[in-house]
């Protein structure tokens, strides 16, 4: 689906719509965490899509890796998305700032 989107007629847009509604529950979380006062980076929809495609390609690419895949564990894989979308590319840091 992702190929056949990438080669059609691009002026309909099935890309961005695909991408945004497969992402809308976590624009709402998104949404919430604003609501509730949370800094975003953007545009909630942005955001959510940001992720989505994020995750999308890095699965994509890891499932059909075959023999050249890294030799990365899933645990691994889980962990290194979940820290660099809690934390950005900043890292971890303590309560003062400091490192961790």
């Not at 509604?21 to 709402?28: F, G, K, N, S």
């Not at 390609?57 to 979940?82: N, Q, S």
């Amino acid at each position: 689906m992702f190929q056949s989107a990438v080669v059609e007629d691009l002026s309909q847009a099935r890309l961005w719509h695909s991408l945004s509604v497969e992402t809308d529950v976590l624009r709402q979380h998104l949404e919430y965490l604003r609501g509730r006062g949370h800094p975003l980076p953007g545009d909630p929809t942005l955001v959510a899509a940001a992720i989505g495609g994020m995750l999308s390609m890095v699965g994509i690419a890891l499932l059909t890796a075959g023999r050249h895949a890294p030799d990365i564990g899933d645990d691994e894989v889980v962990d290194t998305l979940t820290d660099l979308l809690l934390h950005g590319l900043v890292g971890k840091t303590t309560v003062d700032g400091g490192e961790p």
